[in-house]
């Protein structure tokens, strides 16, 4: 059975990188989804230096680890976004509030990411697209459907350079469905992905997480878009409405108990992962369940050691017999 269980690197990345894969190792993982910022993976040195994806090929193997997909979501967000001060926070010191530069440098560094996925033998990039339209959300004031369309269109007009790139090194790309992305609940990525019908290399890292406080059954969401799931992340949260909190979350941080919800260490929110793992069973899903530790209420280490425990332990394979079958005649 492929679904080796990896911890998402990107909460880690303050760590160096062989501190990272010895930790991983310690808490239970098999492998992990390399983040391509902080400490981590140097994604256009990965691209052009083939002595340094040795170096990390070798630490992999020293600790047992696979890694089996790369992680570029602050690189994909500053493809699709407008210009947003926040974004200094994603890309290169030097390149703070130059919108131009910002987007320039986010699309090379995404199109290096496929190159740099396959020589390191991952076959998923997962990751954000950004979206120029995400402050339209609330359709107030009145938002026309040339605007919409206009920003699916520019999504398009974007990414299709670097999803070319991707299907040239065949690697896929798996877009995180998440707000402020184009394609943040289930309507939004039916017409993305109908938009995006040219590339087959684009699809979905299933999120669980990002649904459920939406008031999106999850393993709904899997099952209808069962064709584009390239990859999976297991993260929890919870929803703890009280009358005042409201799931827009009142620009409170998260972690806050005035919020109407916060995420949640796997096993501890209201994710539904058993059917989630019924879906993936029916829909023969054998890539990673990739940990995305996030609670603020708990500490990680301890908290990322039970989350690989949670998802050993639910990771249960399809039958492969009727259970009925041994009592016919």
Same mark, same amino acid.
Not at 113 to 131: E, M, R, W, Y
Not at 257 to 268: E, Q
């Given at each position: 059975?492929?679904?080796?269980?990896?911890l998402?690197?990107?909460?880690?990345?303050?760590?160096?990188?062989?501190?990272?894969f010895?930790?991983?190792?310690?808490?239970?993982?098999?492998?992990?989804?390399?983040?391509?910022?902080?400490?981590?993976?140097?994604?256009?040195?990965?691209?052009?230096?083939?002595?340094?994806?040795?170096?990390?090929?070798s630490?992999?193997?020293q %600790?047992?680890?696979?890694c /089996?997909? $790369?992680?570029?979501?602050?690189?994909?967000? @500053?493809? !699709?976004?407008?210009? #947003? =001060?926040?974004?200094?926070?994603?890309a290169?010191?030097?390149l703070?509030?130059?919108?131009?530069?910002?987007?320039?440098?986010?699309?090379?560094?995404?199109?290096?990411?496929?190159?740099?996925?396959?020589?390191?033998?991952?076959?998923?990039v997962?990751?954000?697209?950004?979206?120029?339209?995400?402050?339209?959300?609330?359709?107030?004031?009145?938002t026309?459907?040339?605007?919409?369309?206009?920003?699916?269109?520019?999504?398009?007009?974007?990414?299709?350079?670097?999803?070319?790139?991707?299907?040239?090194?065949?690697?896929?790309?798996?877009?995180?469905?998440h707000?402020g992305?184009?394609?943040?609940? %289930?309507?939004?990525?039916? /017409?993305? $992905?109908?938009?995006?019908?040219?590339?087959? @290399?684009? !699809?979905?890292?299933? #999120? =669980?997480?990002?649904?459920?406080?939406q008031?999106?059954?999850?393993?709904?969401?899997?099952?209808?878009f069962?064709?584009?799931?390239?990859?999976v992340?297991?993260?929890?949260?919870?929803?703890?409405?009280?009358?005042?909190?409201?799931?827009?979350?009142?620009?409170i941080?998260?972690?806050?108990?005035?919020?109407?919800?916060?995420?949640?260490?796997?096993?501890?929110?209201?994710?539904?992962?058993?059917?989630?793992?019924?879906?993936?069973?029916?829909?023969?899903?054998?890539?990673?369940?990739?940990?995305e530790?996030?609670?603020?209420?708990?500490?990680?280490?301890?908290?990322?050691?039970?989350a690989?425990?949670?998802?050993?332990?639910?990771?249960?394979?399809?039958?492969s017999?009727?259970?009925?079958?041994?009592?016919?005649?």
């Amino acid at each position: 059975m492929g679904r080796i269980v990896t911890l998402m690197t990107s909460q880690w990345a303050d760590l160096e990188l062989e501190e990272m894969f010895r930790l991983a190792k310690e808490m239970g993982y098999e492998g992990v989804e390399l983040a391509c910022w902080g400490k981590h993976l140097d994604v256009k040195r990965a691209a052009e230096d083939d002595s340094y994806i040795d170096e990390v090929k070798s630490l992999l193997a020293q %600790y047992g680890l696979e890694c /089996r997909a $790369l992680a570029a979501h602050i690189i994909g967000q @500053c493809v !699709g976004d407008d210009h #947003d =001060p926040r974004l200094n926070n994603f890309a290169p010191a030097e390149l703070a509030d130059q919108p131009d530069k910002i987007r320039a440098w986010a699309v090379g560094t995404m199109k290096a990411s496929a190159l740099a996925a396959k020589k390191l033998g991952c076959s998923v990039v997962t990751g954000f697209t950004g979206s120029p339209i995400w402050k339209y959300f609330y359709s107030f004031p009145q938002t026309t459907e040339e605007m919409i369309e206009k920003g699916y269109r520019e999504i398009y007009d974007l990414w299709a350079p670097i999803l070319t790139e991707f299907q040239e090194n065949g690697i896929k790309f798996a877009l995180e469905v998440h707000p402020g992305e184009i394609a943040f609940d %289930y309507y939004s990525t039916k /017409r993305l $992905l109908e938009i995006m019908r040219p590339f087959d @290399c684009f !699809g979905l890292n299933f #999120d =669980p997480s990002h649904l459920i406080w939406q008031g999106i059954k999850p393993e709904l969401f899997l099952r209808d878009f069962s064709e584009k799931i390239y990859h999976v992340h297991m993260k929890d949260a919870a929803v703890t409405l009280d009358g005042r909190s409201g799931i827009l979350g009142s620009h409170i941080d998260f972690g806050s108990a005035k919020r109407g919800w916060n995420f949640r260490s796997l096993g501890h929110g209201d994710v539904k992962f058993e059917e989630i793992i019924r879906v993936l069973n029916d829909i023969g899903y054998d890539g990673p369940l990739s940990v995305e530790w996030e609670d603020s209420g708990m500490d990680r280490v301890y908290g990322a050691t039970e989350a690989a425990a949670y998802v050993k332990k639910i990771n249960f394979p399809p039958s492969s017999i009727a259970f009925d079958a041994s009592i016919a005649n």
